[in-house]
């Protein structure tokens, strides 16, 4: 079974668009993270929850909105696409959150704005 | 800004060679982590060394911390193909250990 699974893989669709990825994880963990990789592969975080509640929230613009229904949950929620947006979107989980703790990174959405 | 970044952004290696790729950070750390990423996939974590740790195994992977010089390092012995990835170190902060920061990673290529 897949520890970290979001959906869907890839994702093409016109500026303006809004759209949602999701993403769930069976490991027990507590908390959920979303981080975007450019095109030059650099990672950065945009949120993180612990059980539910929002711990991390980067820089990031209002158009972007996570949602944790559960703790095994963590949806990302994009208004008013924009051709900046274009990336790889990644889930992740841990055990606590903390940085002691190594974290589980589903496979990725592929966001292409045309 | 980026905390961690790693050093050379790409590397090409015979197989059965080693591999060696350095990451600087900025500010001081409680934590460093080195994770790989195979093309179109996500990232998996390899080896997590603590600040008041120098050195790290695990299986063929080598890990030094050097908090005076505020850089780790992370080798590959007896290279694969199957090492052929990209190699990223993530680092928290003392003031934020909630948070991982990650660099641009290095490309390893592992020539058959």
């Known amino acids: 079974d897949t520890a970290v699974s979001q959906t869907p893989k890839y994702l093409v669709t016109q500026m303006g668009n809004d759209k949602s990825i999701k993403c769930e994880q069976n490991?027990?963990?507590?908390?959920m993270y979303w981080y975007k990789q450019d095109s030059k592969k650099f990672l950065k975080i945009m949120f993180s929850?612990?059980?539910?509640?929002?711990?991390i929230n980067e820089t990031v613009p209002n158009r972007f909105s996570p949602k944790s229904p559960d703790k095994a949950h963590l949806n990302l929620h994009i208004n008013s696409l924009e051709l900046g947006d274009s990336a790889v979107y990644f889930c992740?989980?841990?055990?606590?959150?903390?940085?002691?703790?190594?974290?589980?990174f589903g496979d990725g959405t592929r966001l292409s704005i045309l | 800004s980026q905390q961690g970044e790693e050093d050379p952004q790409a590397l090409s290696i015979q197989e059965g060679e080693n591999a060696t790729m350095n990451c600087s950070y900025k500010?001081?750390?409680?934590?460093l982590q080195w994770y790989r990423q195979n093309s179109g996939r996500g990232l998996v974590h390899l080896i997590l060394?603590?600040?008041?740790?120098r050195e790290k195994h695990s299986g063929r992977l080598r890990v030094t911390l050097d908090t005076s010089k505020k850089s780790s390092s992370l080798l590959i012995t007896a290279s694969r193909a199957a090492d052929t990835a990209s190699y990223f170190c993530?680092?928290?902060?003392?003031?934020?250990?909630?948070?991982?920061?990650f660099g641009a990673g290095t490309t390893v290529t592992v020539r058959a």
């Open positions: 992740a989980s841990s055990q606590t959150g903390n940085s002691n703790q190594p974290q589980h």
């Open positions: 490991l027990g963990h507590d908390t």
């Open positions: 929850y612990n059980n539910k509640e929002l711990i």
């Open positions: 500010t001081s750390i409680n934590n």
């Open positions: 060394i603590r600040s008041n740790e």
């Open positions: 993530a680092t928290d902060s003392r003031s934020n250990d909630y948070k991982l920061s």
